[in-house]
């Protein structure tokens, strides 16, 4: 144990028979380390300076939230809030004299029990930004979750209109103005875009003709490969169609007309083998 700073307690009540266990080969024996601090769990309310005092290097606050009222503007030292990582109870920021609000720039979850909103902040005429840049959840038992009401001055900051933006909008109440960028970027980026595609842009010209002579040479070399692939195959099967010039006897002449009157009629499309010997004599040895 380091520092435990504790009074009294119990750990293990029953450890006679502590096994040790075997990894990557070895024997290793348990070891515990206990190196919390009592005081790094604290309890809120009405934020004072008693209270500020005793929440020195606290991070969690186990009940009670964070109030901020009028009587809180005297106090200038704030600081010993920046290491609180989780509030239980209510942030109430109401009636203040504060101008800009990032005193809990670590905090990352809000659990409400009690009754109202989650975060409330309300009545502050001269507040004019709040900020809670780490927050990532936020529960409450009631709806709205979020009441951020009569701030004239009031600009959330741009990470927590993020979050703020994703809750529905039965969860939130708020009047004030948000901050972001994402309009704005997005804008841009559009304007970007349509500078690149602009058809008058000298890098427009430069990236269509390349791309324009290289689909026309992709369609003269596949229109040379189907012209070549045709020639190929009537080279391949010269007994299918015999080369000019044709000299026919009378009888073959008698079996082409009738084989041609076949095919005007019923187009079979066949060829008899026999019949092509009487036709083209001189080709008989090349298809046998």
């Not at 009587?71 to 010993?80: A, E, M, P, V, Y």
């Amino acid at each position: 144990m380091k520092t435990p700073e504790t009074t009294e307690g119990q750990f293990m009540p029953d450890a006679s028979v502590w096994r040790a266990c075997i990894h990557m080969m070895k024997e290793r024996a348990h070891r515990i380390a206990y190196a919390a601090q009592t005081h790094a769990c604290c309890i809120g309310g009405e934020v004072n300076e008693e209270m500020l005092a005793a929440l020195h290097g606290c991070k969690l606050i186990r009940s009670g939230g964070l109030i901020f009222t009028n009587t809180t503007g005297n106090i200038t030292d704030l600081s010993s809030l920046q290491q609180i990582l989780y509030l239980k109870g209510p942030l109430i920021i109401e009636s203040t004299d504060f101008v800009v609000f990032e005193f809990l720039p670590r905090l990352e979850f809000i659990v409400n029990p009690e009754e109202g909103p989650g975060i409330r902040v309300n009545a502050n005429p001269k507040l004019v930004f709040f900020e809670l840049p780490k927050l990532r959840s936020l529960e409450s038992t009631e709806e709205p979750k979020v009441v951020i009401l009569e701030n004239p001055n009031l600009v959330i900051g741009e990470k927590l209109s993020n979050f703020l933006r994703k809750l529905p909008d039965e969860q939130k109440n708020i009047t004030a103005k948000q901050v972001t960028k994402e309009p704005q970027d997005l804008h841009s980026t559009s304007n970007t875009t349509e500078e690149e595609i602009h058809p008058d842009d000298p890098s427009f010209v430069a990236i269509a003709v390349p791309l324009a002579i290289l689909f026309i040479a992709l369609c003269g070399a596949f229109m040379w490969a189907v012209k070549k692939k045709r020639i190929t195959f009537r080279r391949a099967r010269p007994c299918l169609l015999p080369a000019p010039n044709y000299q026919l006897e009378p009888k073959a002449q008698v079996i082409l007309l009738s084989l041609c009157q076949d095919i005007m009629l019923f187009n079979p499309l066949i060829w008899k083998f026999e019949e092509s010997k009487l036709l083209w004599p001189q080709e008989q040895g090349e298809c046998e």
